[in-house]
T-cell receptor, first 114, second 108 residues
């Protein structure tokens, strides 16, 4: 079974530029999560989708971050404009709907904002 | 107060010893609890899940849950250098929340 796919793996941009990350979940996983992980901290949930509907985006900085999940499969997370404090690893995870909530993570995208 | 708190590290144990990792949570509505292992520069990997009070064993790993005390722990028996990693505790379902992790070093 293929795991969660993410791209790109690394990205370096200047502040005020925009960037987009892509995620393809495990086949059949209706729930998709985007996390931000700053060095030395645990993952912080940015947004959770159930199919193509948003379940929780309470910690998403909506003035600069946006995310979509078209057709309930792939998802894109965008940052525009980026700030220095956005430097982090962006993790995508997926899980089966309901029940156990066991999440499986992709390899992540390491973003550096200079 | 953070929703999930883990004992501050780093934790260092000699090879072959038992490593004990602890986690408390604040939301009494949490029903599912997870331990993830994260190697440096890698993404978290699910190693244990527990849903009911008591112990759950999987190989060298034992997860313990006490809902009355809002406490979850992970024991690693016969610790190996390959167990050196950061261990993240998570609680669901009210919000997908992770602790900040405890870094474990197993010394040969």
């Amino acid at each position: 079974e293929a795991g969660v796919a993410q791209s790109p793996r690394y990205k370096i941009i200047e502040k005020r530029q925009s960037v987009a990350f892509w995620c393809n979940p495990i086949s059949g996983h209706a729930t998709l999560y985007w996390y931000q992980q700053i060095l030395g901290q645990g993952p912080k949930l940015l947004i959770q989708f159930q199919n193509n509907g948003v379940v929780d985006d309470s910690q998403l900085p909506k003035d600069r971050f946006s995310a979509e999940r078209l057709k309930g499969v792939d998802s894109t997370l965008k940052i525009q404009p980026a700030k220095l404090e956005d430097s982090a690893v962006y993790l995508c995870a997926s899980s089966l709907p309901g029940g156990t909530y066991e999440q499986y993570f992709g390899p992540g995208t390491r973003l550096t904002v200079t | 107060q953070k929703e999930v708190e883990q004992n501050s590290g780093p934790l260092s144990v000699p090879e072959g010893a038992i490593a004990s990792l602890n986690c408390t949570y604040s939301d009494r509505g949490s029903q599912s609890f997870f331990w993830y292992r994260q190697y440096s520069g890698k993404s978290p990997e699910l190693i244990m899940s527990i849903y009911s009070n008591g112990d759950k064993e999987d190989g060298r790993f034992t997860a313990q849950l006490n809902k009355a005390s809002q406490y979850v722990s992970l024991l690693i028996r016969d610790s190996q250098p390959s167990d050196s990693a950061t261990y993240l505790c998570a609680a669901r379902p009210s919000k997908s929340t992770f602790g900040d992790g405890t870094t474990l070093t197993v010394k040969p």
